[in-house]
Each structure stands twice: as structure tokens, then as C-alpha cells.
């Protein structure tokens, strides 16, 4: 399974599009790009593996694996980037700013429900994040 992410980025925070197999999915929000430093700017644009991962404070989530120079990156829910993430990317139902949506716990839910569908069929999970002009990931 392939997901990809279309970012808009602004300087209070990134805005991005979220397809599984070219049909929208949600909407995301993060923080504003920062030279990918840790816990302060969204991650690098590029091609992911994601896993489902579980934790007390997150319950169901997915981590991003092998982000180089970061460490649990993650899909999680949150409304608002710069108050509720780290880093971490937050799945939206609609967005109502910059780095701000809403119904997230929704968003998520419906992607863990896809992740876990495509770990049933014992498929990858791949997230590609560009703006307008990357490619996209190989299938492994």
C-alpha cells in the first residue's frame, strides 16, 4: 500500500493532502519545515516505511521508520500542530488554518483501519511526503 502526502508549507505550519492510491484520505497538519530538527520542524520529504505501533498516551498510531537524524516520527492524532506535536505528522478530517484542523481522532481512525487492512494482506505500508515534484516510492 502506498500513501502519499502533498505538503503546502507555510511559516506557522504545513498543511498537507493525504491519497491512498490517488483517492483523497484526509487532510494533515504539521509544524513548519526547520531544517528537519528534532521535535521544533515537520520531516524530510521523502519515501517511508510506516508500521502500526500502540503506546498509553497514543493508543493506536503508526511510526515512521528509518527518518534520518529523527526518531519517532509519528501519525497521531492533534488539531493543532504548534501546541500538540513534536515532529510528528497529525491526520485531519477538514483544516481550519495553517497547521490547525479538525475531527482528527476521525482522520485517524480511518487510516489505521486502511494500515491495518494492508497489514492483513501482508502488504507494505509506504508513505511518500513531496510537494509538487517528487516521485513516488518504489514498491519494495
Not at 534520518?68 to 515532529?87: D, T, V, Y
Not at 494482506?121 to 513516488?136: D, F, M
Amino acid at each position: 500500500m502506498e500513501l502519499v502526502l502533498h505538503r503546502a508549507y507555510f511559516e506557522e505550519g504545513t498543511n498537507g493532502t493525504l491519497f491512498n492510491s490517488n483517492k483523497f484520505l484526509c487532510y494533515t497538519i504539521e509544524l513548519p519545515w526547520n531544517n528537519n530538527k528534532r521535535n521544533i520542524s515537520c520531516v524530510s520529504e521523502g519515501c517511508y516505511e510506516i508500521e502500526p505501533r500502540f503506546s498509553k498516551r497514543f493508543k493506536h498510531h503508526l511510526i515512521l521508520k528509518d527518518v534520518k537524524g529523527r526518531s519517532f516520527i509519528l501519525f497521531h492524532p492533534a488539531n493543532n500542530a504548534q501546541k500538540e506535536l513534536e515532529g510528528c505528522i497529525a491526520p485531519v478530517t477538514y483544516l481550519s488554518g495553517i497547521g490547525k484542523g479538525v475531527y482528527s481522532k476521525n482522520a485517524m481512525q480511518k487510516l489505521l483501519s486502511l494500515v491495518y487492512q494492508a497489514k492483513d494482506r501482508k502488504e507494505t505500508i509506504l508513505l511518500t511526503i513531496k510537494s509538487q515534484n517528487h516521485e513516488h516510492c518504489r514498491t519494495l
